[in-house]
């Protein structure tokens, strides 16, 4: 069952968005409101004072997924008094706000661009490093936001670079993180690891409890994606006794829901649901729909691995409810699957289908979206790694002195030239090498395809002489013999003339059958086609099989409309009707019917054998017309024995002219088989 935490995860990195500043995470709005009063009590000069400035900001800051009247207001508001006072670190955190929050409940785009402009501006002008962070950040989750992936990526590389250029240490955690977040929603779980390890290595380093728990958990949900789930649970189990001493309610949530995904995971619903329900207890502290969601997600998928369909059903109906309210993509998804599951074993196939339609649409436009996205994130690392090397190479440029750069030019350019050639000359040889042994290898399997099939047609010939040929021969001979000697009157041999024709003409059938199919197995068969009257040609045919019928009672009508004309090879056309009229005989009980018919399609006369004979099981009728397996024949009504050589060489004839050939039969129903011809020219 596959499910999905991306929007889950973008959420929380919002939250590390906001995390950047130390103080943004700082209280609660009561608290801050508390401050402020205070403040204004006690300072009479409070509009010029930074401090009271800082407070109104992380106020805004405390607004800004909820109202963007107020954040608006309190935020020119700060811009307003820090203007009074030049104070542009504060101008720059109010325009960062403002910039965030149009983007995340109004999706202002263009005022949000000129908004974190303005804060990048400021904040360069006082050399204002943390908040231009702060800044770069925002800028980056605004990207984010309009799908510009790339240039996400560029940004906080970026500004993981100018935090080292700075020793920021706390900033490189952050950003670290974000990073390793922004290839985890993308889904590239190998990107991301690198840069968890890097922030999770600088966490333990500072002792910054909150980060080792934020970074564990998020390792433990990557190692879950790659099904490491041991490594998981340690990071899991970790990250949770922090959350819990740090009374982090919404980090406790996440970790609980990505253990419970972890024992769905390992088919453990169970212990995934007792995980769930803690998950649940920490949520009841917040207000977080999409959460709410994922986790009735959980708990119906774990319902459903107990098999208790109803609980699960009910679950899932609630959850898509939240899902849809909040226009979440992935939970809609999860939860379309889960009842598409469960109606499934219900078998209400129309809801189920309704159910599923739903899901595939989701998952393909996800999907999409994900190919489109590592493509574009592929580019800007590209692009990134090449702007990095550019600028190395422009700085030693700037440092090395023109002799050695000249020397160290004319040498690489050498060395170059010495090494693509060395590499062209080697390469040109491997490729010869190549081809030969290609060539080699190719001859080498078409000679043993070859011997094989010589082989196989070697046996096929010995198997038809020994078994098929001999048989008759020998009887005809001891028969002879026993007239030689006296041992049967000639009256007596009279009797045993009608048998004696039978296996005469079996064995004449067959010859004729052998020595064709030996022709085209040596030769192949070489074509003559001319245009035929397939009614006439027919009739040619049946009247050298009357004899056969008539020992049966058997009647042959031959339905063929006079205006069928074909272009085939004549011998080749009679020796397929004959096969398969003798085959339809054969087959055929006594006082039984066998009609022959054609029908005009696509250019073809498609000229069918009926009768109401036998028939054949479906089994047997699998393999009809099949090398491996044509040379076998079940004994006829009159117990009459074939090699099963006659269909094969029909085949091999129809094909060569140019059409196909097939049959259709029910066991007991007798058997209509069919080939077609070119019509006439």
Same mark, same amino acid.
């Given at each position: 069952m596959n499910y999905n935490f991306k929007p889950f995860l973008f959420l929380i990195f919002i939250i590390y968005l906001l995390s950047i500043s130390n103080t943004y995470a700082q209280g609660k709005k009561q608290v801050i409101l508390s401050e402020v009063e205070e403040y204004k009590l006690n300072h009479t000069s409070f509009q010029k004072d930074t401090v009271y400035i800082n407070l109104i900001n992380e106020l805004a800051w405390e607004l800004v997924y909820s109202n963007y009247d107020s954040v608006s207001s309190l935020s020119h508001k700060a811009i307003k008094l820090s203007k009074v006072i030049n104070y542009k670190r504060g101008q720059a955190k109010a325009?960062?706000?403002?910039?965030?929050? +149009?983007t995340i409940t109004s999706n202002q785009t263009k005022v949000s661009h000129e908004h974190i402009d303005k804060a990048i501006k400021l904040s360069k002008e006082v050399a204002a490093d943390s908040t231009l962070l702060s800044a770069y950040n925002? =800028? /980056?989750?605004? $990207?984010?936001?309009? !799908?510009n992936h790339e240039n996400a990526y560029k940004i906080y590389q970026e500004a993981l670079e100018f935090s080292k250029n700075k020793k920021d240490l706390l900033s490189e955690i952050k950003l670290n993180t974000n990073l390793a977040t922004l290839f985890l929603l993308l889904g590239d779980? =190998? *990107? /991301? @690891?690198?840069?968890? *390890? %890097? +922030?999770?290595?600088?966490? *333990? /380093?500072?002792?910054?409890?909150?980060?080792? !728990? @934020?970074? =564990?958990? %998020?390792? !433990?949900?990557?190692? @879950? =994606?790659?099904?490491?789930?041991?490594?998981?649970? *340690?990071?899991l189990d970790q990250s949770i006794v922090i959350f819990k001493e740090q009374e982090k309610e919404e980090w406790l949530s996440f970790a609980y829901i990505t253990k419970g995904e972890l024992y769905l995971e390992k088919k453990n619903p169970k212990e995934a649901l007792k995980y769930f329900e803690l998950s649940e207890e920490s949520h009841k502290k917040l207000q977080d729909q999409i959460r709410k969601a994922d986790l009735l997600s959980g708990k119906a998928k774990s319902y459903l691995q107990l098999r208790d369909y109803t609980s699960a059903e009910d679950l899932a109906l609630k959850g898509l409810k939240i899902a849809e309210k909040q226009k979440y993509q992935a939970g809609i998804a999860t939860l379309s699957e889960i009842l598409y599951l469960i109606n499934k074993k219900k078998n209400n196939t129309p809801l189920a289908l309704n159910y599923y339609e739903n899901f595939k649409t989701i998952t393909d436009s996800t999907a999409l979206k994900d190919k489109k996205n590592a493509l574009l994130m592929l580019k800007a690392k590209t692009s990134f790694k090449l702007e990095q090397e550019e600028l190395k190479k422009e700085t030693n440029t700037a440092l090395a002195q023109q002799k050695t750069y000249i020397i160290f030019s004319l040498f690489a350019v050498f060395l170059a030239v010495l090494i693509s050639f060395y590499v062209y000359k080697n390469n040109k040889l491997i490729q010869k090498l190549n081809n030969q042994l290609e060539q080699k290898a190719t001859t080498l399997e078409e000679s043993k395809q070859k011997l094989t099939y010589a082989n196989e047609t070697q046996e096929k010939l010995f198997s038809i002489i020994s078994h098929d040929l001999r048989s008759p021969i020998n009887a005809l001979m001891n028969l002879l013999l026993l007239i030689k000697n006296g041992d049967i009157k000639p009256d007596d041999f009279l009797n045993f003339v009608p048998k004696l024709y039978n296996d005469v003409d079996a064995m004449s059938f067959t010859l004729n059958n052998l020595l064709n199919w030996s022709k085209s197995q040596m030769n192949g068969f070489v074509n003559k086609p001319e245009n035929l009257n397939v009614q006439t040609s027919v009739n040619d045919s049946i009247h050298l099989l009357q004899e056969n019928a008539n020992q049966k009672n058997i009647i042959v009508r031959n339905n063929i409309p006079e205006v069928a004309e074909i272009y085939c090879d004549r011998n080749q056309f009679n020796l397929i009707v004959r096969n398969l009229l003798n085959n339809s005989i054969k087959f055929t009980p006594t006082g039984g019917e066998i009609i022959l018919d054609a029908t005009l399609k696509n250019k073809h006369w498609q000229i069918t054998i009926q009768d109401n004979g036998v028939g054949m099981s479906p089994e047997v009728k699998n393999k009809?017309?099949?090398?491996? +397996?044509?040379? $076998? +024949? /079940?004994?006829g009504t009159n117990k009459e024995k074939g090699t099963g050589l006659g269909l094969l060489l029909c085949k091999e004839m129809v094909e060569n002219n140019g059409g196909t050939i097939g049959v259709e039969t029910k066991e007991g129903e007798g058997a209509t088989f069919y080939f077609t011809v070119p019509v006439g020219e």
């Amino acid at each position: 069952m596959n499910y999905n935490f991306k929007p889950f995860l973008f959420l929380i990195f919002i939250i590390y968005l906001l995390s950047i500043s130390n103080t943004y995470a700082q209280g609660k709005k009561q608290v801050i409101l508390s401050e402020v009063e205070e403040y204004k009590l006690n300072h009479t000069s409070f509009q010029k004072d930074t401090v009271y400035i800082n407070l109104i900001n992380e106020l805004a800051w405390e607004l800004v997924y909820s109202n963007y009247d107020s954040v608006s207001s309190l935020s020119h508001k700060a811009i307003k008094l820090s203007k009074v006072i030049n104070y542009k670190r504060g101008q720059a955190k109010a325009h960062i706000a403002l910039a965030f929050s +149009s983007t995340i409940t109004s999706n202002q785009t263009k005022v949000s661009h000129e908004h974190i402009d303005k804060a990048i501006k400021l904040s360069k002008e006082v050399a204002a490093d943390s908040t231009l962070l702060s800044a770069y950040n925002v =800028k /980056a989750m605004m $990207q984010m936001h309009a !799908g510009n992936h790339e240039n996400a990526y560029k940004i906080y590389q970026e500004a993981l670079e100018f935090s080292k250029n700075k020793k920021d240490l706390l900033s490189e955690i952050k950003l670290n993180t974000n990073l390793a977040t922004l290839f985890l929603l993308l889904g590239d779980t =190998k *990107e /991301a @690891v690198p840069y968890y *390890e %890097n +922030s999770l290595k600088l966490s *333990e /380093a500072l002792n910054k409890k909150h980060w080792i !728990g @934020v970074i =564990k958990s %998020n390792l !433990g949900y990557l190692n @879950v =994606k790659n099904k490491n789930f041991d490594k998981a649970l *340690e990071f899991l189990d970790q990250s949770i006794v922090i959350f819990k001493e740090q009374e982090k309610e919404e980090w406790l949530s996440f970790a609980y829901i990505t253990k419970g995904e972890l024992y769905l995971e390992k088919k453990n619903p169970k212990e995934a649901l007792k995980y769930f329900e803690l998950s649940e207890e920490s949520h009841k502290k917040l207000q977080d729909q999409i959460r709410k969601a994922d986790l009735l997600s959980g708990k119906a998928k774990s319902y459903l691995q107990l098999r208790d369909y109803t609980s699960a059903e009910d679950l899932a109906l609630k959850g898509l409810k939240i899902a849809e309210k909040q226009k979440y993509q992935a939970g809609i998804a999860t939860l379309s699957e889960i009842l598409y599951l469960i109606n499934k074993k219900k078998n209400n196939t129309p809801l189920a289908l309704n159910y599923y339609e739903n899901f595939k649409t989701i998952t393909d436009s996800t999907a999409l979206k994900d190919k489109k996205n590592a493509l574009l994130m592929l580019k800007a690392k590209t692009s990134f790694k090449l702007e990095q090397e550019e600028l190395k190479k422009e700085t030693n440029t700037a440092l090395a002195q023109q002799k050695t750069y000249i020397i160290f030019s004319l040498f690489a350019v050498f060395l170059a030239v010495l090494i693509s050639f060395y590499v062209y000359k080697n390469n040109k040889l491997i490729q010869k090498l190549n081809n030969q042994l290609e060539q080699k290898a190719t001859t080498l399997e078409e000679s043993k395809q070859k011997l094989t099939y010589a082989n196989e047609t070697q046996e096929k010939l010995f198997s038809i002489i020994s078994h098929d040929l001999r048989s008759p021969i020998n009887a005809l001979m001891n028969l002879l013999l026993l007239i030689k000697n006296g041992d049967i009157k000639p009256d007596d041999f009279l009797n045993f003339v009608p048998k004696l024709y039978n296996d005469v003409d079996a064995m004449s059938f067959t010859l004729n059958n052998l020595l064709n199919w030996s022709k085209s197995q040596m030769n192949g068969f070489v074509n003559k086609p001319e245009n035929l009257n397939v009614q006439t040609s027919v009739n040619d045919s049946i009247h050298l099989l009357q004899e056969n019928a008539n020992q049966k009672n058997i009647i042959v009508r031959n339905n063929i409309p006079e205006v069928a004309e074909i272009y085939c090879d004549r011998n080749q056309f009679n020796l397929i009707v004959r096969n398969l009229l003798n085959n339809s005989i054969k087959f055929t009980p006594t006082g039984g019917e066998i009609i022959l018919d054609a029908t005009l399609k696509n250019k073809h006369w498609q000229i069918t054998i009926q009768d109401n004979g036998v028939g054949m099981s479906p089994e047997v009728k699998n393999k009809l017309f099949k090398p491996d +397996s044509s040379l $076998q +024949s /079940a004994y006829g009504t009159n117990k009459e024995k074939g090699t099963g050589l006659g269909l094969l060489l029909c085949k091999e004839m129809v094909e060569n002219n140019g059409g196909t050939i097939g049959v259709e039969t029910k066991e007991g129903e007798g058997a209509t088989f069919y080939f077609t011809v070119p019509v006439g020219e």
